[in-house]
């Protein structure tokens, strides 16, 4: 799997609290668009995957956009769990000659489509009846609990989040194409800013976007040919640890060493590279509390060191490990993070609003606290 | 089982509240929560605790488990403070703490619930400045919802308020 296929066109809508267009519209512009970019005509497409959670299907954008015959297609679940594992399932696909060219594509209307936790009918079973008539009712509940535990156990501090959602903005502030873009932070705003779910406030919390994206994945042979400057995927995993609760991961032993250490096993254990080799991250941020959490699993610091890691302008540009460069889930956009594999294509193709120097490698993460995945992208 | 004290009525301020929805594997935490008992699932082969409650044992595969009693004693490991957005009986109870307990029991075993005042006050009705991580707290049970449709939660409150 090494370096055996690439990301070679990226594509998405503008991102707005609210578009007027529907959902598989936005994903045929999207997947359009990044096949453009990879100039690569439609009736080539022979691979798709997607998350669970998509709402547009395989037949619908296949046939609406030109695809040819199709002989791949791949649902990851666990919401934004599955992003990075969409692109990992196609380089899967042309490594071993399923697909020639892949489509992974996210589609989604959460900023104007309605919040997913309002619906007690689908989810009351497993394991909602432990948590839902509680008051656990919302995401942000679910991971507070998980950050007032670490706050406790490790001395972070609010300060620390706010490293993170500032590190966003700042980076959002750079790019055009963000929903923050002309929307400065400050620390006064942070702490002073309404509560969400204690110790959670309304910074800490992503945005809600209307929005699409789509990347082109092909074998590395192939991304030879093609229109942009390949991106490889050179390493590329799933984790989902033993004894995982989900998002509730409060049954499990060890509560605060989520999916992010298992998936980090696989990914280095398949790499040339370590963790001091990453130039630039995109990691996960539904929630500012799950960049420590990462930054511990994927191995750039120590257990319990992910919001010292933040200090001193480390997640900022210059710093030791510039963080979501195009402002993330919590500045640019919230599509279940595929705008953060995105970015690491045009970090490593030096195109990005906010370009690191020279980077050639991007570790791109999806959501922790649930079954995840991640990219270890190079240029 | 042991004679039960009927619980008090729900408040009107509660009705709103989401009432648990028991899977299979489930169901005899809540029959046994009715009765005013906290039990959790526990392995027949090998004796392991389990919660959640599921089919069958991680450790040994054995599929016959037992209800083990608990001492309903047991401390806040973690909590939040949930403010609007929120759903309607929740928004009006806002803002209100949700706990995780470790049982005194088997700290292993964990919980979510409320901190309340006394056992038949509603939700939000403990004091902010009690909540604390390793406080020692003790379930209480409190029947919710209405008609045909009523349920008994467990809900913890301080063992020195």
């Known amino acids: 799997m090494k370096d055996a296929a690439a990301i070679v066109g990226i594509g998405r809508t503008p991102f707005a609290k609210q578009l007027p267009e529907s959902e598989k519209t936005l994903a045929c512009r999207a997947i359009l668009a990044a096949l453009e970019d990879a100039g690569i005509a439609p009736a080539e497409v022979d691979g798709f995957a997607s998350y669970t959670m998509e709402e547009t299907d395989e037949v619908e954008v296949a046939k609406s956009i030109g695809a040819g015959d199709v002989t791949f297609f791949a649902k990851a679940g666990y919401g934004g769990g599955g992003s990075c594992a969409t692109v990992a399932h196609l380089a899967a696909a042309v490594a071993t000659g399923q697909a020639t060219v892949g489509v992974a594509w996210r589609s989604r209307k959460r900023g104007s489509g309605g919040r997913p936790w309002r619906n007690t009918t689908v989810q009351l079973p497993t394991p909602a009846q432990w948590t839902r008539p509680f008051g656990l009712l919302r995401p942000a509940d679910e991971i507070a609990m998980l950050t007032r535990r670490y706050m406790h156990e490790y001395g972070a501090t609010r300060d620390h989040l706010f490293n993170v959602a500032l590190a966003c903005r700042n980076r959002a502030n750079q790019n055009p194409a963000a929903m923050m873009y002309e929307r400065p932070l400050t620390r006064e705003m942070y702490m002073t800013s309404r509560w969400i779910s204690e110790p959670l406030c309304l910074f800490d919390n992503c945005l809600e976007t209307d929005g699409a994206l789509a990347c082109v994945v092909v074998s590395a042979d192939r991304a030879r040919d093609c229109r942009s400057r390949p991106v490889y995927v050179h390493s590329a995993a799933q984790g989902l640890p033993a004894q995982h609760h989900g998002m509730v991961n409060y049954w499990a032993e060890d509560p605060l060493r989520g999916p992010a250490w298992t998936a980090a096993q696989q990914l280095w254990k398949h790499a040339d590279l370590c963790p001091q080799d990453v130039d630039v991250a995109q990691i996960y941020d539904a929630f500012t509390a799950l960049v420590p959490l990462s930054l511990e699993g994927y191995g750039f610091c120590g257990r319990g060191e992910g919001a010292a890691f933040t200090e001193g302008g480390a997640l900022e540009i210059g710093g030791r490990l510039p963080l979501n460069t195009s402002g993330g889930g919590l500045s640019e956009a919230y599509v279940h993070g595929f705008n953060l594999i995105t970015e690491g294509v045009r970090q490593l193709r030096g195109t990005s609003t906010a370009q690191v120097p020279d980077a050639a490698t991007c570790l791109v993460t999806a959501g922790e606290g649930v079954p995840t995945s991640a990219l270890l992208l190079r240029s | ?161």
């Open chain 2, 1 to 161: 089982m042991p004679a039960r004290t009927p619980p008090p009525a729900p408040s009107p301020a509660e009705t709103g509240l989401l009432l648990p929805v028991p899977d299979d594997d489930g169901a005899p935490f809540w029959s046994y929560a009715a009765a005013g008992e906290l039990r959790v699932q526990a392995c027949a082969g090998c004796g392991t605790r389990r919660f959640p409650p599921r089919p069958c044992c991680p450790r040994c595969q054995s599929f016959d488990s037992d209800w083990q009693r608990t001492s309903g004693r047991g401390r806040i490991w973690s909590y939040v403070v949930a403010h609007p957005p929120l759903l309607p009986g929740y928004a009006e109870a806002a803002p209100y703490n949700v706990l995780v307990v470790e049982l005194a029991d088997d700290p292993a075993i964990r919980l979510v619930g409320n901190l309340v005042a006394a056992p038949d006050a509603p939700l939000g009705s403990a004091p902010g400045d009690r909540l604390r991580i390793g406080a020692p707290v003790r379930a209480v049970f409190r029947e919710l919802g209405g008609g045909d449709r009523r349920m008994t939660l467990p809900r913890w409150v301080l063992e020195r308020p």
